[in-house]
Nanobody, 125 residues
């Protein structure tokens, strides 16, 4: 099992930026792929971005539209989500996830797999 701890959420005005961080500890093979999901009130959790750590292969949801960038720092065992041009519709709880494979990570649901506790992002108008 992998333990994940997120940080970096907060309140920002529309058009602003935030960088989320997720520190992973535990079984390295179980975090070969890392990603970010988000969940707004009354909505299902949806994937935002994912990365395969060894190859740096990335995946982005369509609504990201070039605004977000996922990356990792292997020395720090940390994944980042740089979010630019934030809009009110980006307001949600953001959750870090880890899996052995990106394909499996993209299909993760709450309660299955390795998840962080979440960090709130609020974008004001």
């Amino acid at each position: 099992q992998v333990q994940l701890v997120e940080s970096g959420g907060g309140l920002v005005q529309a058009g602003g930026s935030l960088r989320l961080s997720c520190v992973a500890s535990g079984r390295t093979l179980s975090s070969a792929a890392m990603g970010w999901f988000r969940q707004a009130p009354g909505k299902e959790r949806e994937i935002v971005a994912a990365i395969v750590r060894r190859s740096s292969t990335t995946y982005y949801a369509g609504f990201v539209k070039g605004r977000f960038t996922i990356s990792t720092d292997e020395a720090k065992n940390t994944a980042y989500l740089q979010m630019n041009s934030l809009q009110p519709e980006d307001t949600a709880g953001y959750y870090c996830a880890a899996n052995s494979f990106m394909a499996a990570l993209k299909l993760m649901t709450p309660g299955s797999g390795s998840w962080g506790q979440g960090t709130q992002v609020t974008v004001s108008t």
